[in-house]
């Protein structure tokens, strides 16, 4: 079905509308229906742009903002940044929204009916191998990794909007109701929209966390407007456009590039009802204070792995590690970013294996790559810091990329692992420097004996940043201890 309406339109050279969506595909014979640039084409001498989405109209800006290719530092995308003086068309936007939302059980109940309509057509647009391939090599030229890591991220995002085709979106608005204590009374519970509503996403997963957050704000009959960190922003306005193509009403999201300042007074001045913030702890704690609590959390996490006494599948537990910690250059929320090995494992090739994973890894296929939030000087300068620890060493990497041309402002470090004796992880000034979050291919490594198992569970307790966690063992007293201590 979505073939033919796309081959027509080629054909014609002239606007189509297709699922409710005015597009034209005059451009070239190649472009899909929904997308505005190519993806491989992007460079210095062709430019994408990045536009804003404001009362169902795209927008430019007085300020255009260029972005530097991650991998080669030419000026490969403007974003049409909005500034302070800016702000008012959204802070409208979102005020028009009422608080009982575009829909609810009550309100346009047809609306969810829509939503499902909108979820099957656009998980049927990105099951397509050449939707798919855009997306996904528009997620490695913003946020390089490796194909299949950036493919996973289109498959997943896939299986959501697959999740909630047909009758799903309305079934996931089910209410419940209790009887009462005498005839005639119910307590009646409907899963109620907030209304107006803020959703801010981070670098690292360009299409899945936004796309996820924003459809289930959408679902429920919210008015969201989405800010993604401009260094990727571009992958997520193309979705709005496929979304749009798929019969989202052009006028229930609204989408903006700005720098954190300018967002944070819209946030003040539009006062959505709920914000929704995945990113840093330090921009986190500051938004729960300035929206005085209207506000979800995700933010930063010094994530562990526990490897217990029972030794086996060295080489699975090896790969696992080295995928934990490496993958999309240690990247990503759930990345491992210390090791407790139990003494048993010391004896095992666990470390050599890891140390030939690590080096398998190359720019050439991004399965290491640019690190978007340190740059290569900062993460020597905390590596030198670690390695003056008395017994600690450095296990393998700690030496910049060969040969590349990633820009000074990024990171470019080999996958890195540096051992710190346990006792001396807990000692004050040691446990800060130790427990900093490095969002790149970096992580502790440490051992522990027998009767050291009271000091890993303090080095547990201690740590603040609390988001995942991993304890491998087949000893289920081993496991129940472990997964007491980290609730």
């Not at 290491?368 to 900062?378: I, N």
């Amino acid at each position: 079905m979505y073939r033919v309406v796309a081959s027509r339109a080629f054909r014609a050279g002239a606007p189509q509308k297709a699922f409710g969506c005015w597009f034209n595909l005059s451009r070239s014979a190649h472009t899909l229906p929904f997308a505005t640039l190519e993806a491989d084409e992007i460079s210095g001498s062709k430019p994408g742009e990045v536009y804003n989405l404001v009362q169902g109209k795209w927008t430019g800006s007085s300020n255009w903002s260029t972005l530097l290719d991650p991998l080669n530092g030419e000026q490969f995308i403007r974003i049409a940044e909005v500034g302070e003086k800016e702000i008012q068309p959204y802070v409208e936007s979102l005020s028009k929204c009422p608080k009982h939302g575009l829909h609810n059980p009550f309100k346009s109940p047809e609306r969810y009916l829509l939503y499902g309509d909108i979820s099957t057509k656009a998980a049927h647009m990105l099951s397509l191998p050449k939707v798919s391939n855009f997306f996904t090599r528009l997620i490695q030229r913003v946020s390089p990794k490796s194909y299949q890591q950036a493919l996973s991220e289109v498959q997943v995002t896939q299986k959501f909007l697959e999740n909630f085709c047909g009758d799903q979106v309305r079934f996931l608005a089910r209410s419940f109701a209790v009887p009462g204590n005498h005839l005639g009374q119910q307590s009646h519970g409907y899963r109620w929209p907030y209304g107006p509503v803020a959703i801010i996403t981070p670098f690292n997963f360009p299409l899945e966390i936004p796309l996820l957050q924003l459809m289930g704000a959408l679902y429920m009959g919210n008015k969201p407007i989405l800010k993604v960190d401009s260094k990727v922003s571009i992958v997520m306005e193309q979705m709005i456009r496929l979304l749009h193509y798929c019969g989202l009403p052009v006028e229930d999201v609204d989408f903006i590039n700005s720098d954190g300042k300018t967002m944070n007074k819209l946030l003040m001045e539009a006062n959505p009802r709920m914000t929704l913030f995945t990113g840093s702890s330090r921009v986190a704690e500051k938004l729960a204070v300035d929206l005085k609590g209207r506000v979800k959390l995700e933010d930063a996490g010094f994530d562990w792995k526990i490897l217990g006494p029972d030794v086996n599948e060295v080489d699975y537990v090896s790969w696992v590690c080295d995928q934990d910690a490496y993958a999309c250059s240690g990247q990503k929320c759930s990345a491992q970013s210390v090791l407790f090995m139990h003494e048993n494992w010391s004896s095992t090739s666990l470390l050599s294996k890891m140390k030939d994973l690590a080096d398998r890894r190359k720019l050439e296929d991004l399965t290491v790559g640019p690190v978007l939030t340190f740059t290569t000087e900062a993460m020597l300068e905390h590596m030198n810091k670690l390695l003056k620890v008395p017994g600690s060493k450095l296990l393998f990497g700690g030496e910049e990329l060969k040969n590349h041309s990633i820009p000074s402002i990024y990171g470019a470090l080999k996958p890195t692992a540096v051992f710190v004796p346990l006792e001396e992880i807990l000692k004050d000034g040691n446990y800060e420097l130790v427990t900093r979050e490095i969002f790149g291919p970096f992580q502790i490594v440490t051992e522990y004996k027998q009767d050291q198992l009271p000091l890993v569970l303090n080095a547990l307790e201690r740590m603040h940043a609390h988001l995942t966690a991993a304890v491998v063992s087949n000893d289920p007293l081993f496991l129940q201890l472990q997964l007491i201590s980290c609730q």
